[in-house]
C-alpha cells in the first residue's frame, strides 16, 4: 500500500509536482496559502488540508516546495508547522531552494524529534515540473531517500544522492544555478555583440546552436531574447535569491566566485528596473541598458 503524501507549497512549480505525485497513485493531502491551487488538485482527487500541522498529521512522507528559507523555517518549524504534527518516522523533503546553512539547522531539528529531513531542490523549470522529469539533488540520510525515491521518481528523471550531509542537496543546487546565470549572461553577451557587431542575431543563434555552444539555456533562452518574451517561466527575482545564496556559501569557503557576483549585479539593476517577476532570460535587458542597443 502506498504512503499518503503530504505537499506544501503549491506555486508555478508544486502545483507540477503535486499533481504527478497524484497520477502516480499516492494518496495526497496538500496546502497552500492562496485556495485556487488547493482546489485545483482537490478536483483531481486530492484532499486539503488547512495548516503544514494538519498535513504532516495525515501524511507520512511531506514534500514542500517554497520561496525561500524564512518560508521553509516557519512551515517546518513555526506554528502549527510540520514539526507540531510529523511523528518519528516520518520523513520531510524540501525541494525548496535555500539555504544549506537553514536546511542543517532544520535537520538538526528534524532529527531531535526522530524525523528524516532530505533536502532534494530540483532543477528543470516549470517544464520540467509538469513533464515529471525534473533533475532532483538530495542531501540526507540514505534509507530516507531509499523509502521516498518511489515518491520522487514520481516527479523526476534523474535523482542522485549528493549525500548524507544536511545541506548537500542545496549545495548541488547552488551549483546548479551558477552554472545557469553564467550560460545566461554569456548569450546574451553573444546576442548583443552579434547585433552590435552588425550581424543577424537570430541567424547567429541559429549557427551557433549548432556547434560547440549548443546547450539547453541556449535551446530556451536565446529565443526568448529575441523574441523580447520574457513571460515567466522561472522569474528573475527567484534566480537573484539562489545565486545570493552560492555567493554566501561560497564567502562561508573562502571561495572566489567573480562571475556569480557580476551576475548578481546585473540583476539587481533588472529588479531595481522592475522586471523582477520576468523571466531570467530578461537579464539581457540590463546588459542592453549598459550597451545602449536593443536587440
Known amino acids: 500500500m502506498k504512503p499518503t503524501v503530504g505537499f506544501v507549497g503549491l506555486g508555478l512549480m508544486g502545483r507540477h509536482m503535486a499533481r504527478n505525485v497524484l497520477k502516480a497513485g499516492f494518496p495526497l493531502v496538500v496546502h497552500n496559502r492562496s485556495r485556487p491551487a488547493v482546489d485545483e488538485l ?3 482527487g486530492a484532499a486539503a488540508a488547512w495548516s503544514p500541522q494538519e498535513v504532516a498529521e ?5 514534500i514542500t516546495m517554497l520561496p525561500n528559507s524564512p518560508d521553509v ?3 517546518a518549524a513555526g506554528e502549527n508547522g510540520l514539526f507540531a504534527g510529523a511523528s518519528a518516522g516520518h520523513i520531510i523533503i524540501d525541494s ?3 539555504s544549506p546553512v537553514v536546511t542543517a539547522e532544520l535537520a538538526g531539528q528534524a532529527a531531535a524529534l526522530g524525523i528524516a529531513w532530505l533536502d532534494a531542490p530540483v532543477s528543470g523549470g516549470p517544464t520540467g515540473a509538469q513533464a515529471g522529469t525534473l533533475s532532483i539533488m538530495v542531501g540526507g540520510p540514505a534509507d530516507a531517500l531509499e523509502k521516498a525515491r518511489p515518491i520522487l521518481k514520481a516527479m523526476g528523471k534523474t535523482i542522485t544522492h549528493i549525500g548524507v550531509k544536511p545541506g548537500s542537496g542545496q549545495i548541488a543546487k547552488a551549483c546548479n544555478q551558477v552554472v545557469v546565470a553564467l550560460y545566461l549572461q554569456a548569450i546574451a553577451e553573444a546576442l548583443l ?3 552590435g557587431a552588425g550581424a543577424d542575431p537570430a541567424k547567429v543563434y541559429q549557427a551557433i546552436r549548432g556547434g560547440a555552444a549548443q546547450s539547453w539555456a541556449m535551446d530556451n533562452h536565446a529565443p526568448r531574447m529575441l523574441s523580447g518574451n520574457h513571460a515567466p517561466g522561472f522569474k528573475a527575482w527567484m534566480h537573484l535569491k539562489d545565486l545570493r545564496i552560492a555567493l554566501e556559501t561560497a564567502q562561508q569557503a573562502n571561495l572566489p566566485l567573480p562571475g556569480t557576483a557580476q551576475v548578481v549585479q546585473l540583476y539587481t539593476s533588472l529588479l531595481a528596473a522592475g522586471h523582477g517577476e520576468e523571466n531570467t532570460s ?3 535587458a540590463a546588459l542592453e541598458n549598459l550597451a545602449g542597443i536593443k536587440l
Open 282 to 284: 530578461a537579464l539581457i
Open 73 to 75: 523555517r516557519l512551515v
Open 96 to 98: 525548496s531552494t535555500i
Open 193 to 195: 555583440l552579434a547585433k
Open 42 to 44: 482537490v478536483a483531481k
Open 58 to 62: 495525515r501524511a507520512t512522507v511531506v
